[in-house]
């Protein structure tokens, strides 16, 4: 490339400096093209600078239409100057390095709260870059229109030294959408140019720093070529201008230019020489466009660059593909076949629709076993296509085939050591036997795919199942990748089906949407016939829905009452009502949400439980009388067979979900529906339609069938998305994942024809239209039918002043060989808009363009191409054709209203996120089930009101979308029946979700009953306790001088008596409700019964102990009975105390009687209310008391367990301690294992029973026993008159006295006690 300083022109400078600037150039071109022959060929390259001025202009909003002139009078003149002698022309601004442009960014980050790198978004809304890309647009287009033989290149300087890719990363991505849009909209840019001015990779250099600097220069360099991935969508190459130096001429580019290959860019290096050096045998483009090509010329150069290893591919035929078909009884059939690189396709491929595709078990596709034996190495990833065959099978499928060889032959170029296989397979979301993901999601699961194409509905369900990997580290990479956030370009509303707990789990891929269909001619003719009929065609067919009142909204009110104005003027309904693949639903999500209804909305709980519309009652009954009145009217089809209606109307209606799942309603085909009424397909009215479906039975060329706005604010909003599973093994998942989503985007690429030819009319990215719907021969037609049927000729347009301009045209007809004319001869027009009054002929086609004299037609307005200051600009001019018929019957692209529908399409579960229970609600037909009941009546005699019918509606929406109880982290709410009697039981009734066979179905009650067998067996246990121990006291009074009852002792055997009542007593408060009183009454008897048992036969014990175990007979009678009364009483005070302090809760803030929450792994948080006795220090100090007191006694007993039997219980009492030790530590081991208060209140009363059953007998019932039955007990003690020991005061006073008489002789025994 060659250029000369003298050839570089600063704009917006002053005339004079650019007249010099000329005149510089001038002489530098004449001199050179008159030294030798051979520079007749030079390509002369001018370069125009973009003054600094200019940005700081628009920064300061000071910039003007006069600036604007002024800029494009100097481009004018300064290309008109040199329009045969330059053909290059560098447009250079500076963008990376320019403050003006970093103060721009700021501003708009700035203006984006939380934001602080987003690209920024070149759109009309940005004031700074809008003007600057409208200025920029204006010079290029200029050039072209002096001399199209003009090439127009966009240059950016470059400091390689400078190069960050941090930091100039807003600037790549605002230059990428600059050259974008100029392409975009058919503006010429030859190329995108980065000058260097300096540049030094070699390794000459004597100092080691300047090596280290060569050295980051050539990774800054490769940092850049690594970063402009972002441009790999964009057609003009990239050139890299090097100035030609000794360096230079060594430069090793090898690495730069494998980089451009892999990043699938078209990458140009050139270097840039003086004029005055000018050798035209050099061939100085190092690298282009086509990798293989430029291997040649590289090493041909006359330049001294041998340096350079680039290794040539070999001769082997990459371009074909092994496709090997499975099918499902293990055949297989395998081809080859090439591709076709220009059109994106294989070659000879056979067409294939989805439902061709679901026949087998899968396809490999891969390249031909020779490439891949020279790899190595393949790696096979698995890639399934799940969709509903019966609503979407008839889609063709051959893209799916075209793209993946794309990818693997993009694989194979970036890794040549390295081949995929990608395995194909086509499953029936419908269908369970298609099920993926069906194994252990903590393990590798076969049935799972790498991939998945899904729809919006099953993403969520997968999601479930935790079989998906969040997209987020994806998106990421793709915004360093490509510059720009794939969020922004993700169409707004796909982000509640594809967005899942704050997270992407899919790429959008398909777009489904719904549009009115309607028959023009039944509108027409029924006007026809009755002229005040208020009949306008719908939008944006008629100016009547312009206005934004209340009588021209085209709402769902206006549909009805047309459908019903339809009908009585036809005879028949006005509304053709489809049914297939639950169509009623999205019919009905459309309206909800349209008369100010949420669909689906959540509650409260943390468990966030959806249900339909509303949490209370149905209260808005009124806004469906619209709806109840067309399905009665007659204004909508019949859509379900009558044989399905007849049989619900004749069995009984069905009232519990497993009758109401029974009942099947069949639904009349579309095709069928659509010839109702006539013998080919056709509506009489209206429709809500997928315009992809109708599109087979209404071509575009239709004139009378079209399409058109569906009334309200929403349209339906659903389709597919890519996702990425997470059940591979980990050792391979990282290189997995990011196979998948590198397929992932070159399918969504929309550069490439897939995207495009898997949407028919529209995409799921704002910033792609859909190339179908492009301008192509349907809009040339649109354009031809319009003017032909024209009936009139004024337009009329707003000025920049907001006045209204009137302008008159003449209208040709097409005919067979020529396209439709609109002739101007409005000289005034003329003048203002064209600086001529000579009439000027325009012609349809395919997009406005003042060279070609071509117009263009959309929406009953025509794009006409105007000169505004020498540049090509477009003025739409609208027709007045609705003034004089309003029911005009020109049409409207299918494209136009399909992009509108789009604006306004919502998913039905809006404003919420996908969930997996929106399937439910399809295939239970719950919609169709409330139609069918609105519009028919059962033979039950059931009239239900629209209230009736919308409640029972919500219950069994409610009921089918509410999740399952067994989901991961799902907190159940539910509620409990009364306590059963005889089970101890309560009912649990789920209120949020479905119990699934492992849920609890019942739970233990809080309590016992006092009516249970449990309770009733207790008081009985009670009352004979207190019975016999009445009659035990009585006894006990009568023979209270027996020789038995005297050696244990009869002020003993009375305490210990009633302690068993007290403590027989306490069972009953663990009966019954629980409630702060009883808990503590429980305690309260519990521990004095027990404190007085257990020290009764402690005192006992340790005053045998004194008397047996000492030497001083004396001595030993020392203790006194009242002793005894005051330990018993000391010990009774301290319990006494300490339950005082613990009922009042002294030192302790808690209750005794809590309620508290606890988890059960089957149920969920269950309410629980208990004594929570243990949790007090003051109980556990009083139990471990009692504790104490028992160990004592047992080591007591061990002590004295020789001494004379009559005295002497220790064995009992052994027992009996070990007994109550046993017990005590299992009432703690209970309580602190469950908080159930039936288990705990069991176990206490088992206890207490058992304690009391255990105690009474030994200690009193066995010795009355003896004394009844006269049992004589074998004595092993000496009676003796201990008269002799004991004074006679002593006797009368704390000694008992008995007489026992043996024959003649009268004996008296003196007790101890």
């Not at 899942?500 to 001619?521: H, Y």
């Not at 980990?730 to 994942?737: A, D, V």
């Not at 397929?743 to 529209?762: D, Q, S």
Request: glycine letters at 2%; charged letters at 20%.
């Amino acid at each position: 490339m060659y250029q000369d300083n003298a050839c570089q022109f600063n704009i917006l400078s002053s005339i004079e400096e650019l007249n010099n600037n000329i005149k510089q150039c001038d002489e530098i071109i004449l001199e050179e093209l008159n030294k030798n022959e051979d520079r007749k060929n030079i390509n002369f390259h001018g370069k125009i600078y973009i003054s600094s001025s200019i940005f700081e202009n628009i920064s300061h909003n000071n910039w003007s239409e006069e600036d604007t002139e002024k800029v494009n009078s100097q481009i004018s003149v300064l290309l008109n100057n040199y329009s045969n002698q330059i053909f290059s022309w560098d447009i250079n601004d500076n963008m990376i390095y320019n403050e003006w442009v970093k103060e721009w960014i700021n501003k708009l980050n700035g203006e984006k709260q939380g934001v602080s790198k987003s690209p920024i978004i070149l759109n009309n809304k940005n004031n700074y870059f809008s003007t600057y890309y409208n200025l920029l647009k204006n010079i290029i287009v200029i050039g072209n229109g002096i001399n199209k033989h003009i090439s127009m290149n966009y240059q950016q300087t470059i400091d390689i030294s400078k190069c960050n890719y941090e930091n100039d990363s807003h600037r790549l991505n605002i230059i990428y959408q600059i050259l974008n849009r100029l392409l975009d909209e058919m503006i010429p840019v030859n190329s995108l140019q980065f000058n260097f001015n300096s540049i030094s990779f070699t390794s000459s250099s004597s100092s080691e720093k300047e090596e280290e600097t060569k050295k980051d220069n050539s990774n800054n360099l490769y940092c850049l070529i690594s970063n402009l991935k972002i441009f790999s969508n964009i057609e003009s190459n990239i050139n890299f201008l090097i100035p030609y130096n000794e360096q230079t001429r060594t430069i090793e580019f090898e690495s730069f230019i494998q980089k451009c290959h892999k990043n699938n860019i078209h990458c140009q290096f050139s270097f840039v020489d003086s004029i005055k050096n000018y050798k035209f045998i050099a061939n100085y483009i190092l690298f282009g466009k086509n990798y293989n090509s430029n291997i040649s010329s590289y090493f041909n150069s006359t330049l001294n660059i041998i340096n350079s290893k680039l290794h040539k591919r070999d001769n082997i035929n990459s371009n074909a593909y092994n496709i090997t078909f499975y099918m499902k009884n293990d055949e297989k059939n395998s081809k080859i076949y090439s591709y076709d690189f220009s059109l994106y396709m294989l070659n000879d491929f056979p067409e294939f629709t989805y439902t061709n595709l679901h026949k087998y078990q899968k396809i490999s596709i891969k390249r031909t076993d020779e490439v891949i034996e020279e790899s190595k190495s393949l790696t096979s990833l698995s890639f399934y296509v799940v969709v509903d065959i019966s609503d979407n099978g008839e889609r063709k499928a051959n893209y799916l085939f075209n793209a993946i060889a794309l990818y693997i032959n993009n694989k194979k170029d970036i890794d040549s050591n390295r081949d995929i296989e990608v395995v194909l397979s086509v499953k029936d979301s419908r269908n369970h036997e298609d099920e993926m993901c069906i194994g252990d999601p903590n393990k590798y699961d076969s049935t799972c795919p790498d991939l998945a194409l899904l729809t919006s509905n099953d993403i969520s369900v997968y999601y479930k199942k935790v079989k998906l990997t969040s997209l987020d580290k994806f998106i990421r990479e793709y915004y360093k990748d490509y510059g720009i956030t794939l969020e922004s370009k993700i169409y707004k509303y796909a982000f509640y089906d594809y967005h899942i707990d704050n997270q992407w789990m899919a790429i959008p891929f398909t777009v489904q949407i719904r549009t009115l269909l309607f028959n023009s001619t039944t509108f027409e003719n029924c006007k026809l016939f009755n002229k005040n009929l208020e009949l306008h065609l719908p939008p944006p067919y008629n100016e009547y829905w312009d206005s934004s009142t209340e009588e021209t909204s085209w709402d769902w009110k206006t549909f009805f009452k047309y459908a019903k104005t339809i009908k009585d003027c036809t005879g028949y309904p006005g509304i053709t009502f489809f049914g297939e693949n639950y169509e009623e639903l999205k019919f009905l999500s459309m309206f909800i949400q349209s008369i100010g209804i949420p669909f689906i909305i959540e509650n409260d709980d943390k468990a966030k439980v959806k249900m339909f519309a509303t949490e209370n009652k149905i209260d808005f009954a009124d806004r469906f009388e619209i709806l109840e009145e067309a399905l009665k009217n007659g204004s909508i089809n019949e859509w379900i067979e009558q044989e399905s209606i007849n049989n619900w109307k004749n069995n009984p209606y069905p009232t519990t979900f497993q009758e109401i799942e029974n009942t099947i309603f069949k639904k009349i085909s579309n095709e069928n529906i659509l010839k109702l009424y006539s013998d080919t397909p056709t509506i009489i009215g209206m429709a809500i339609v997928n315009p992809e479906k109708m599109s087979k039975y209404f071509n575009k060329e239709s004139s009378t069938i079209k399409y058109g706005y569906v009334p309200g604010i929403s349209s339906y909003y659903g389709g597919e998305g890519f996702v990425i599973t997470n059940s591979k093994k980990k050792e391979s998942f990282n290189l997995i994942t990011k196979d998948s989503f590198d397929l992932i985007t070159l399918f969504i690429n929309n550069t490439l024809p897939f995207l495009h030819e898997a949407n028919t009319y529209i995409t799921p990215f704002e910033d792609t239209e859909n190339s179908n719907c492009k301008q192509t021969t349907e809009n040339i037609n649109e354009c031809n039918n319009f003017i032909d049927k024209a009936m009139s000729t004024i337009y009329y347009f707003m000025d920049k002043n907001n006045n209204y301009v009137i302008l008159n045209a003449e209208h040709v007809k097409s005919t067979s060989t020529s396209n439709a004319k609109l002739i101007i001869k409005d000289s005034d027009f003329l003048e203002k808009y064209y600086s001529q009054t000579e009439p000027i002929e325009f012609v349809c086609g395919i997009d406005p363009n003042y060279e070609k004299k071509e117009i263009t037609y959309y929406n009953n307005r025509i794009d006409l191409p105007i000169i505004t200051n020498n540049i090509n600009t477009v003025l739409s001019i609208k027709s007045t054709n609705d003034y004089f018929n309003s029911n005009s019957n020109n049409d409207v692209s299918i494209c136009t209203v399909a992009d509108e529908m789009l604006k306004i399409a919502r998913p039905i579960q809006y404003p919420l996120n996908g969930f997996e229970k929106m399937n439910e609600i399809e295939t239970k037909e719950l919609v169709a089930r409330l139609f069918i009941n609105i519009r028919h009546q059962h033979s039950s005699d059931k009239n239900p009101t629209l209230t009736e019918n919308l409640e029972e509606f919500k219950r069994l929406m409610d009921h089918y979308i509410l999740p399952y109880c067994k989901e991961n982290n799902f907190e159940t709410n539910f509620t409990l029946s009364e306590c059963k009697v005889s089970t101890i039981k309560q009912d649990v009734y789920y209120t949020n979700c479905i119990p699934s066979e492992e849920s609890d179905k019942t739970t233990i009650c809080n309590y016992i009953p006092y009516t249970n067998a449990i309770s009733i067996f207790s008081f009985m246990i009670i009352g004979i306790s207190l019975v016999s121990g009445l009659v035990s006291f009585v006894l006990m009074l009568k023979y209270r001088k027996s020789k038995v009852l005297s050696a244990f002792g009869m002020d003993f055997s009375i305490i210990l008596l009633f302690a068993t009542f007290i403590l027989t007593i306490s069972v009953f408060f663990w009966l019954g409700e629980g409630s702060t009183a009883k808990c503590k009454l429980r305690i309260w008897f519990q521990i004095i019964g027990l404190t007085n048992i257990v020290g009764t036969i402690l005192l006992k014990e340790e005053r045998i102990s004194s008397i047996f175990i000492g030497r001083d007979v004396r001595k030993i009678f020392a203790p006194k009975m009242k002793d005894v009364y005051i330990k018993l009483g000391i010990l009774n005070l301290i319990q006494i105390t300490l339950l005082i302090l613990w009922s009042m809760n002294i030192f302790e803030e808690k209750s005794s009687f809590s309620k508290d929450v606890e988890y059960y792994p089957n149920l969920g948080y269950k309410n629980i209310e208990y004594c929570d006795i243990f949790s007090s220090n003051f109980v556990a100090v009083m139990f471990l008391f009692i504790f104490c007191m028992i160990i004592y006694t047992l080591l007591i007993s061990i002590k004295i367990r020789n001494i004379p039997k009559e005295f002497n219980e220790s064995k009992f009492i052994i027992s009996s301690s070990t007994f109550q030790i046993i017990m005590i530590f299992f009432v703690f081991f209970v309580c602190i294992i469950t908080k159930k208060e039936v288990y705990r209140s069991l176990c206490f009363i088992i206890c207490m029973l058992l304690l009391i059953i255990f105690t009474r007998p030994l200690f009193i019932e066995y010795k009355l026993y003896c004394i009844i039955t006269k049992k004589d007990p074998e004595s092993s003690i000496v009676i003796v008159n201990a008269s002799s020991y004991i004074s006679s005061t002593d006797k009368n006073t704390d000694f008992q006295v008995s007489q026992f008489r043996k024959g003649s002789t009268m004996t008296e025994v003196h007790s101890i006690f």
